[in-house]
């Protein structure tokens, strides 16, 4: 009985989402090591960010939080941008972009 309990704790914890603990971000991510100078996100560590990833240059406040990432463009305040955090490693990051309603599959560039 105490080793199923144990068990079904431990899927439970391998199968919980991205913590926002175990991400850093700060750098630039883009999709590709040839897009990192053209097509980019940008997190610093003082909480600013700066995306190339649309055809508008976005520039603002970043903040991270359980698993997601909330952007808030100086432009647009009171419309926040949601990045949900769907796989992380130190070199890959796969959220969920609720601008385009579809993933996005970055690298860390170097």
């Not at 490693?89 to 996005?104: F, G, K, M, Q």
Request: proline share 4%.
């Amino acid at each position: 009985m105490r080793a199923a309990a144990f068990l079904f704790l431990a899927a439970a914890l391998f199968a919980a989402p991205v913590s926002a603990q175990s991400v850093d971000l700060a750098g630039r991510w883009a999709s590709s090591q040839g897009q990192c100078d053209l097509e980019f996100i940008a997190f610093e560590r003082d909480g600013s960010f700066r995306s190339q990833l649309e055809e508008e240059p976005r520039e603002g406040t970043w903040k991270l939080a359980r698993d997601r990432v909330t952007l808030i463009a100086n432009d647009e305040p009171d419309r926040p941008w949601m990045l949900h955090i769907l796989d992380y490693t130190a070199n890959r990051l796969v959220v969920l972009d609720e601008a385009i309603e579809s993933d996005r599959r970055l690298q860390r560039c170097r």
